[in-house]
């Protein structure tokens, strides 16, 4: 059974930094894909970023340029860098994992908080 346990996120003013850190309970270099995904109030999850086994990066939309995703496969470990955080990025972050040889994320986290305050 896979578990993912984010954690780093908090309270930040505009234009702050966080590090997410999302903990996986199995080894992660046998995941294909893994991700962050956020969710804010009133409106559906999205995805943030993706990296791949090989460490392949893809980023979405408007975190491009400010957010950096990671992994470290020894330490079982994806994390998320955020620098210049605006308002809009308040949303709870989920951390996510798909299995061996599959491209769809079906292992979840419980999410963590995110607020930037102006």
């Known amino acids: 059974q896979v578990q993912l346990v984010e954690s780093g996120g908090g309270l930040v003013q505009t234009g702050g930094s966080l590090r997410l850190s999302c903990a996986a309970s199995?080894?992660?270099?046998?995941?294909?894909?893994m991700g962050w995904y956020r969710q804010a109030p009133g409106k559906q999850r999205e995805l943030v970023a993706s990296i791949t086994r090989s460490s392949a990066t893809n980023y979405v939309g408007p975190v491009k340029g400010r957010f950096t995703i990671s992994r470290d496969n020894a330490k079982n470990m994806l994390y998320l860098q955020m620098n210049n955080l605006k308002p809009e990025d308040t949303a709870v972050y989920y951390c996510a994992a798909s299995r061996p040889l599959e491209t769809a994320h079906t292992y979840w986290g419980q999410g963590t908080q995110v607020t930037v305050s102006s």
């Open positions: 199995g080894a992660i270099f046998s995941f294909s894909s």
